[in-house]
């Protein structure tokens, strides 16, 4: 596995600026198209699944933080107050006490319930400068979060669900899980007290992992302040493992920041918040998708998804056309044209799929392709075969190609 920092540089992805500072990475243009790729593909699953998406503010009073529990737990990690015309405000260190104010904002009935309140959005850690690195540590995150306002009986349903939809992006992005981890509260006073709730809490998803038939680890030491939580880790290249994605089950937010629905016997009651994250930090997310992919991301990813090249000039124009007409399906699709054949195949070893127009090719309106992986297809009319990228690339998966007879084994000549 390479490191993403000299692969994040070397393919122009992202960098920093020492007057910027450490752990502020800049997103470079090719980088910020897989950002957005994944951005897009995330919100498209969450609106998929139920989730309805806000914006909150990324900062706040310290007020709400006191009251949420962050102040008391969690304060080291967070950037010190500003004082702004008698007002104490601070960035925030999670998103959970916007979207609890959120849910607070209008009544609800136990009818509305699940609510699923989904955000990308920024959140500000101090970490110490000797601990950041690249994109996989930062101390300015754009956090894939969403809360779920639900019933207690509704939680593990909840909990399964969002476990799922992990699974699926993990395919989709052709990465693993090194393990995943129950992560229950240790010793000290990093936990907020109440031991029936952490008890009920754990249990739940501790059903929730034995029915996805997945190996886990309870670790003590590492849930959240407020609760208990599912942490998925994966591994980076120099072998340190952290969390990716998590769900978390919170039945302590809920009270102290005074959320309630009116119940079916049409009194008051508490949801349960659901705290879930599938990417975790955009940053750390394409950290990892660097490494695995050593660069050469899922073609929906790549931040050039397909090149046309013609042999010759001659057949220039019809290249032209293919990239634009690729480029009307919403392809990435770039038309190379200078160097030989061979530097240009070199060039573009990273693109997904590469388009080759010789003077046969032209002259009967077709086109050869060559997949990022060495394997081949046969010429084939330009119109099906943008039809048929548009096709790959939309469904969001790993595979370059199906294997069929289309595909000739590669040639190591
Ligand atoms: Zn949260």
Known sequence: MADHRRLGRELELFDTDPLLGAGLPYWLLDGAVVR???????????????????????????????????????????????????????????????????????????????????????????????????????????????????????????????????????????????????????????????????????????????????????????????????????????????????????????????????GADGARHWPVMVHRSVLGSVERAVAHLIEVHGGAFPAWLAPVQAVVFPVSEAESAAAADVAHRLAGLGIRAEPTVDGSLGARIRAARLVPYQIVIGPREAAAGEASLRLRDGRRVHPQPVDNLVTRLGVLIGRRGVDLWDADETVVPPRYT
């Open 36 to 262: 957005h790729a994944l951005e897009e593909y995330i919100r498209a699953a969450e609106v998929r699944a139920g989730y309805r998406h806000v914006y909150s503010p990324v900062l706040g009073k310290r007020e709400l933080y006191e009251i949420s529990g962050h102040w008391a737990h969690y304060r080291e990690d967070m950037y010190p107050p500003m004082d702004v015309g008698g007002e104490e405000l601070v960035l925030r260190p999670s998103l959970c006490p916007h979207h609890a104010l959120i849910y607070r904002s209008r009544a609800h009935s136990y009818r509305e319930l699940p609510l699923r309140i989904a955000e990308l959005g920024g959140m500000y850690r101090a970490e110490l400068s000797g601990a950041l690195g690249g994109l996989a540590r930062v101390r300015a995150i754009q956090l894939n979060d969403a809360h779920i306002f639900c019933t207690f009986e509704q939680v593990e349903e909840e909990a399964r669900a969002a476990l799922d939809m992990i699974r699926a992006a993990y395919a989709a992005l052709g990465i693993e899980a090194a393990r995943y981890r129950l992560s229950l509260p240790g010793d000290g006073g990093k936990y907020v007290a109440a031991p029936e709730m952490w008890h009920r809490a754990a249990e739940l998803l501790r059903v929730v992992l034995e029915a996805s038939e997945l190996p886990y680890e309870a670790v003590a030491g590492e849930a959240a302040f407020y609760g208990p939580k599912i942490d998925v880790q994966i591994v980076d290249a120099g072998g340190r493992e952290s969390t990716l994605s998590t769900v978390q089950i919170d039945f302590h937010q809920p009270a102290r920041l005074g959320l309630e629905y009116i």
